[in-house]
């Protein structure tokens, strides 16, 4: 779900990195050290990760571990200033200094027998390892310090050197997969800067206009890709930077903080809005609008079934009286849930039978009713104004837009002109399991300031949760795949 915005995110840092790495090239200004790299991705999953496992502490947190730890601990103290005394009995015998560190390393850690000990052969090819990359990075100036005779070669040099960018030095790692952990972390070095870099304007001008391109051709909407470029512009510029694992998580959070502001729409559950009119003795009227072929009928069957589960008893009214088959297939979909259908005869007023549904709620002492629509494009004007005399006559507490995910810049501009018709207060954006671009979920609710209030995720009845922008976050800023199931 949502690839299309990881890759362009994540291309985004990696631009970046590139960027301000090439330019510490030139200025001499670049060297390696040892380290784990981070990709962009492991970010959100680090701290996620961490979040768990600092509940898990706080359940498991008792007072006799802790007291046995305190006591301890003097004991362990004891054993490393014994530890600490034996060189300088050793330096009485005039013993070879490096025989001394030797002793007292095998004594230190051969208390822990769960550790592996380091043999000196791995000792020796470690060092040998750490020597060819610094010869490998110190030699590859070799040729600017070196005069020439020949001046074609001068001048071709160069050119090759901005076109291999830093990550192709290192052939080796990136053709072995398995140099990158489980945690996203490629076991290769990182690089550092001698002389700290700040992010300026230069650094991220033209990376982010590639940004905003690419969300348009992804369907998102022309204020929204303007706002993410313009905020993440904002958070990065003047950013003091030392490594390169600094650009990939300051871009990270740029971006998350961004998308974070433009998803956030605050508003009530409906669930909440079901509990306050109980309590008031009212059922909770709810209208769905939106374009044919959006799945408008079966999201009503969807969220009947979701709300019986609840331990809710909805109605349905079959107000879409223009097409026959229209009355049928809501009715398929209320019998197949087990919900009461108020219905009329074709070419019946279908405000008539959303007023009788609220009728029939009132009186049986239902909580919810369910009020399906003519679908209509935002453009047919008597249609629209026949959807306005539903809304005046049932009075209903919601009017929801259902728009399909994956028409992405289609569903955001039908949502605007039906907010402009008839006023909807919210959105159930339907086949979102299948949006591999998530253009519409991302611009959908900031256009009309609207919230998202479900989201459909497949076929069945069971195939329906609640929106959450945290749950979106994670979507769009973990590299992990999901169960969409188990959110629901």
């Not at 680090?46 to 571990?65: A, S």
């Not at 000196?120 to 005069?147: A, L, T, Y």
């Not at 990376?207 to 512009?233: N, P, R």
Request: hydrophobic residues 35%; proline residues 3%.
């Amino acid at each position: 779900m949502f690839e299309s915005l990881k890759k362009k995110f994540s291309r985004t840092s990696e631009k970046l990195e590139e960027e301000l790495i090439e330019e510490a090239e030139a200025e001499d200004n670049l060297q390696e050290e040892s380290g784990s790299r981070f990709s962009f991705f492991s970010f959100g999953k680090k701290n996620k990760e961490e979040e768990k496992e600092e509940e898990v502490e706080e359940e498991n947190l008792l007072p006799e571990p802790e007291e046995e730890i305190e006591e301890e601990a003097p004991d362990e103290i004891e054993e490393v200033v014994e530890e600490e005394e034996v060189p300088e009995e050793v330096e009485e015998e005039e013993a070879p200094v490096e025989e001394v560190k030797e002793e007292k390393k095998s004594r230190f850690w051969n208390r822990n027998k769960d550790k592996e000990e380091t043999s000196e052969e791995d000792e020796d090819s470690i060092e040998e390892v750490e020597e060819e990359k610094k010869s490998h990075f110190w030699s590859r100036n070799k040729d600017k310090d070196e005069p020439s005779e020949d001046e074609d070669v001068e001048e071709e040099a160069p050119e090759e050197e901005k076109k291999s960018h830093f990550w192709s030095r290192n052939k080796d790692k990136d053709e072995d997969k398995s140099d990158v952990s489980a945690d996203g972390e490629a076991k290769g070095g990182i690089f550092s800067f001698v002389r700290e870099k700040t992010i300026q304007e230069k650094h991220v001008e033209d990376i982010l206009f590639e940004l905003e391109m690419e969300l348009l051709q992804g369907d998102v909407a022309m204020e929204v890709a303007t706002e993410v470029v313009e905020s993440v512009k904002e958070n990065l510029v003047g950013k003091k930077i030392k490594r390169s694992n600094d650009i990939t998580e300051y871009t990270f959070y740029a971006l998350r903080d961004a998308v974070e502001e433009i998803i956030s729409i605050p508003g009530k559950s409906m669930t909440e809005m079901i509990e306050e009119k109980k309590a008031q003795g009212e059922p909770l009227v709810v209208m769905f609008v939106g374009i044919n072929g959006t799945g408008k009928t079966t999201t009503i069957g969807k969220l009947a079934n979701y709300y019986m589960k609840k331990g809710y008893t909805p109605v349905i009214a079959a107000s879409d009286t223009f097409r026959a088959g229209a009355i049928e297939q809501v009715t398929y979909h209320a019998d197949n849930v087990g919900v009461k259908i108020i219905k009329h005869q074709k070419g019946s007023d279908p405000a008539a039978v959303a007023y009788d549904a609220v009728e029939h709620a009132r009186a049986q002492g239902k909580e919810l009713v369910l009020i399906d629509t003519a679908g209509r494009m935002q453009t047919n004007t008597n249609l629209m104004d026949e959807m306005k005399k539903i809304k005046r006559v049932s009075k209903p507490d919601l009017v929801i837009f259902v728009g399909d995910a994956i028409t992405g810049n289609d569903a955001t501009e039908q949502a605007r002109k039906f907010n402009e018709a008839i006023d909807i207060d919210g959105v159930i954006l339907t086949k979102a399991d299948a949006d591999s671009k998530g253009g519409a979920s991302l611009s959908i609710g900031y256009v009309i300031q609207k919230p998202i209030m479900f989201l459909g995720v497949g076929q069945g009845y069971d195939d329906i949760m609640e929106y959450d922008s945290e749950w979106m976050l994670n979507q769009l800023f973990s590299d992990d795949e999901e169960v969409v199931a188990d959110e629901a």
